[in-house]
């Protein structure tokens, strides 16, 4: 029977001329068609043994991640695991559909198996992505004018104008709104909140926007329950044994 070869990577604009989807285009073009198909499963096909628990080009010791959830596989790549479009997730989880990712130069490596439920297989195992060349906004309110609605205001204008915001934290006692974004979304960034809150800030409502250059990510995707509650504290530690000054802080349940 006849075996189709679809080229992934390349599409075509709406007027039909061609044109490449981007970095990992192809993964999520396998995914969709994955879904379509219903298959038993996605491969998806790489040079690397799967996800690994870090960047072995950092830590030596970094190994496969047998199994994740759909959830934590989506993290990891939005955060920056390189071997997965983010995007590449929500078509296979919508249909149910196992997704593996094996390596073409060791085609005998069982990989990465992402899934619905992956069992306890990885339970005591967290996986370590950073990401560098970010800039933090943070947007300081006055007193008690700080409220919900300007942290929602602010999301929602960088969103209209195309900022990619990366992670965002917001503290009531400090009245501060902190954002994390690319070096190159920093200047459209100030532009967007600065024009945003021009009365607040002619008003004192909002005292000043900042900003640190030259900062990192680095996101710990662990197991849930109570093994995933001691990864914080550990974090902590490690940083701090390093004197790694932490900014900022965001915590969620994959």
Known sequence: SPFPVVTGYIGATKDGVSTTLGRGGGDYSAAILGACLDADEVWIWTDVDGILTADPNI?????????????????????????LHPKTIRPVEERGIPLRIRNSFNPAHPGTLVADKPGMARRTVPAIISTEGLCLVAVEGNGDTWTPQLAARALMRLTEGGVDVLMFTQSFTERTLSLVVGQGDLEPCLRTLETEFERELRQGLVCQITTHGRVATISVVGPPGRQGERIVPQAFAALGKHDIEVLSVAQASS
Not at 59 to 83: M, N
Request: proline share 0%.
């Open 59 to 83: 830590v030596s010791q970094a190994r496969t991640l047998e199994v994740l959830s759909y959830a934590e596989a989506a993290e990891l790549a939005y955060f920056g695991a390189d071997v």
